[in-house]
């Protein structure tokens, strides 16, 4: 890496890490933060917050050796390499929130961060014991995007494959820096002057991202004021006891062909459900799919049938809640679970689970849990019975909120 690129690189950095200062309103790049590293979104969106961890000396040492390793990379891999944090640095950063968390500022951090549900699992723990925790969750979903996108290290799933038909890093971020508005210079450099611990890493792990044209975690977001508006406010004036379920939840199929919207298994499980709808056993389908195949479709499943739904089968529109972020079986379960604690479904009410006897059947086994506590951290739903080939019976949890950026794109 010459010395010009180091430049422009680190120019371009410290652009980036002053965009949240800026009240650029929410973007693509803010909502994958909050959604991956909550704890790290939380403390740069409040100043007092911020201000006690960007004074702490040991954390400030921290942030100059960083950037100075990182500065001093030879080629694009160093420099990816330097970004990462080591097994030490977490430890230790994790160390010093720990001893910070008795002040007022970091007290009303954690008491956010647990109402907030990303990091459920670690509430029973003590303010300090839990900082430790979510901040090894957020460092490890860091340096998880570095090592795949950048390292070319194992992704979470083959489907999470770095995108080849983008450049490398030095030629993206020199196209970049030729349109960065001349004179911004001193402005960013005053903001970013104590950027916080994480911020240059998390800045390189963002990047890769963008260049790999993985924003999927931010699609349709937010999705109460677009995709599921009417939904949303259907939910609200709902009278749960017409019906025995509360929702009947559709498991997205892929298609196999990336010039395919929908493809017929797709369909298939579109027909089935529209006619659970229409005999009135629950008042919403919520439809599970993202843009997950064939790898880097345009098409998102949810959507998709979403659509072939209120064509096809005349559903209105306000019935239908897309869920258009799920890559997995898994995530389906998990991301339909999120929606209905979140926007009001009664919890003590059974849903629906639709789609085929093969995967039904999958979900019923002992090996489907353990997989769910292995790729999410939990088993965000408890089953119920089976009612034929192609229903279900489940109840939602709200275990479901915990968050595993090791999956950023669905995390």
Known sequence: MNWNMKKTLAFLLIVWLAIPCTGAGVTKRSILIQKNFDLCFQLGQDGKTAAVVASDPALTDFVRSKRDAFEKAATEEDAARAALFTEQEIDQIGG????????????????????????????????????????????????????????????????DIPDPRFETLPYYIDALARVIRPGIRENVLALSRDRLFYALPMEVALAYLDINDRYEAADFEPMAKGINAKAYAKVRKTKWEKYPY????????????????????????????????????????????????????????????????????????EAIIA?????????????????????????????????????????????????????????????????????????????????????????
């Open 246 to 317: 509360s929702a009947i939840v559709v498991l997205g199929a892929g298609p196999n062909d990336r010039g395919q919207a929908i493809n017929p298994k797709g369909r298939v499980r579109c027909a089935y459900a529209a006619g659970l709808y229409l005999q009135g056993q629950a008042p919403f389908l919520i439809l599970s799919g993202g843009r997950a195949h064939p790898v880097m479709t345009p098409y998102s499943e949810a959507e998709e049938m979403k659509r072939y739904l209120m064509e096809v089968f005349g559903i209105p529109e």
């Open 323 to 411: 869920e258009p972020h799920a890559r997995h079986t898994t995530t389906n379960l998990r991301n339909a679970a999120r929606i209905m604690l979140s926007t009001g479904f009664p919890m003590e009410k059974p849903a629906l689970m639709s789609s085929t006897q093969e995967q039904l059947d999958s979900v019923e086994k002992p090996r489907f849990q353990d997989r769910c506590r292995k790729e999410m951290l939990v088993v965000p739903f408890r089953l119920g019975q089976r009612l034929n080939t192609r229903e279900l019976v489940f109840w939602p949890l709200s275990i479901a909120t915990q968050v595993y950026p090791i999956d950023p794109l669905d995390p």
């Open 96 to 159: 010093r929130l720990a001893e910070l968390s008795s002040t007022p500022a970091l007290k009303q951090l954690c008491s956010k961060l647990r109402k907030g549900g990303k990091y459920v699992i670690f509430n029973e723990l003590p303010d300090g014991e839990f900082l430790r925790a979510a901040w090894k969750q957020d460092a490890g979903g860091i340096n998880q995007i570095i090592k795949v996108y950048a390292l070319k290290g194992k992704p979470h799933s083959s489907i």
